[in-house]
């Protein structure tokens, strides 16, 4: 089910508002959307280096219309991860910034739009691809992993549906992008909004500039989204002193806020008669696997809530029968159809049938609210991006660094035993991975942990904290 078939019937209404104010209606950008894909085959492979631009987003509903699969990816990727992505995907066309044109040289420029152009990567390297297939995400940032979570055209279209049904999106709303759309977040507040034939005020005006503010006030914004990094930022420019008489509501995901910061949107919220809306979700699920319904956040403060409409959770705990403890289980048609990591698995099948093991712990209480409780692989968030340990431990290595990370709430700890690694090791880290600097903090300890086996012990690393 391809759900932007069927957006034609919103053809007057506003569809994209740049940061100039300038407005654009359904025909406008479906009629640029499909001269832009009008000659690339269906069924093929494109890289989309994706911002929030209506540029981008013109291109996304082409592609997504005629059927081409696209990886969406940070503009900022390193050419050498980008690079290392062609050789492994083969892709067979690439949508990126003008701006980067000599990334990629000797290559045939198909289309210009805008500040984008389109290159023909692979003339005649067309491979099977399911027919199923619409999306390629990273679950894991910049940090050099090649693995891609593979979702269906089915999947967005059931996630989509259900988070328009919770969320109560009609026509006349209008929303914000304040994340980019490669992030699953990001691309599932466009989609919602596309569906329901609501418009979106496109722009990189970060929250803390009071042009932001400004432009959504005036052009009457009704709902933003946001990651707990933005939260922090909002409570920092002291949030409740805005004047936002056309918000509704706002909503969170991509990782845990903090009971104090819960409390002061809770208190805002309560005040001002805006909805405050907590989220919870994957990668892996399309997005959204449950929420915290409104009327009940004051009494569920730190859960994240319930199943979104049409999706399961269950808990299962290996070490006892205790069901209201353990490993978070999401059953639901949003759930993706698996991994990539080569250009041979994006003709695979369905290979999770609806059921998603999450990682997350988690604990539920007697009315089935959820609260996650920690972590069971060596994953984090950092401001609502996944990244692996494991892999930033990689990418250490290879650039000559030998270390250890563990991680906390948006920060990873760097633990190192040579006297001679100082700031570079970050300033390394930060330019490979395209990850903040304040994201690592860089700590020496006499010797690396190990445990029994002589396997180094990450649970005995938290002592050096």
């Not at 914004?221 to 409740?240: H, M, Q, R």
């Not at 008489?245 to 919220?269: C, I, M, R, V, W």
């Not at 660094?401 to 390394?428: A, M, Q, R």
């Amino acid at each position: 089910m391809n759900f932007l078939k069927k957006i034609e019937k919103f053809n007057s209404n506003v569809c994209f508002i740049d940061e100039n104010e300038k407005k654009y209606t359904y025909e406008n950008i479906l009629t640029k959307a499909d001269l832009l894909s009008e000659n690339l085959k269906e069924r093929s492979l494109i890289f989309v280096l994706a911002d929030n631009s209506t540029e981008c987003l013109t291109a996304y509903i082409g592609f997504f219309k005629k059927g081409i699969v696209q990886m969406l990816l940070d503009p900022q990727i390193s050419t050498n991860l980008l690079e290392e992505l062609i050789e492994t995907y083969k892709p067979n066309y690439i949508l990126m910034p003008t701006s980067r044109i000599d990334d990629l040289k000797n290559y045939e420029v198909l289309k210009e739009l805008g500040t984008f152009i389109i290159l023909r990567l692979n003339k005649n390297s067309f491979y099977p691809i399911n027919k199923d297939l619409a999306l390629l995400l990273s679950t894991s940032g910049s940090t050099g992993s090649k693995k891609f979570v593979r979702i269906s055209y089915e999947n967005v279209y059931r996630n989509t549906k259900d988070i328009i049904t919770y969320l109560d999106i009609n026509k006349d709303h209008r929303t914000v992008t304040t994340m980019p759309p490669f992030y699953t977040y990001g691309l599932s507040v466009i989609n919602t909004h596309l569906a329901s034939g609501a418009s979106i005020v496109v722009t990189k005006i970060k929250i803390i500039e009071k042009s932001f503010w400004k432009l959504i006030n005036k052009q009457r914004v009704t709902s933003f989204a946001g990651v707990p990094y933005l939260y922090e930022i909002l409570n920092k420019i002291k949030f409740e002193k805005l004047n936002l008489p056309h918000l509704e509501y706002f909503t969170q995901a991509g990782g845990a806020l903090s009971k104090d910061l819960l409390k002061y949107f809770l208190n805002y919220s309560e005040k001002n008669k805006k909805k405050f809306i907590v989220m919870y979700g994957q990668t892996e699920a399309t997005s959204r696997i449950s929420y915290l319904p409104y009327n009940m956040l004051k009494k569920k403060l730190g859960s994240v809530g319930i199943p979104i409409p049409g999706g399961k959770i269950s808990l299962t705990n290996y070490e006892s029968n205790n069901v209201k403890d353990g490993e978070i289980i999401y059953e639901g048609k949003n759930v993706s159809m698996g991994y990539a990591k080569s250009f041979v698995d994006l003709n695979k099948g369905d290979e999770n049938r609806g059921v998603l093991r999450t990682g997350d712990l988690g604990k539920s209480d007697k009315d089935g609210y959820i609260y996650i409780t920690g972590r069971k692989s060596r994953d984090i968030k950092l401001f609502g991006h996944r990244v692996n340990l494991d892999e930033i431990e990689k990418i250490l290595f290879k650039g000559g660094y030998n270390c250890l990370c563990y991680g906390l709430d948006n920060k990873v700890i760097i633990f190192h035993v040579d006297n001679k690694y100082n700031s570079k090791v970050l300033e390394y880290l930060s330019k490979i991975t395209n990850i903040n600097l304040d994201c690592f903090k860089l700590k020496k300890i006499n010797k690396f942990p190990k445990n029994e086996n002589g396997k180094v012990s990450y649970d005995k690393l938290e002592k050096f904290l």
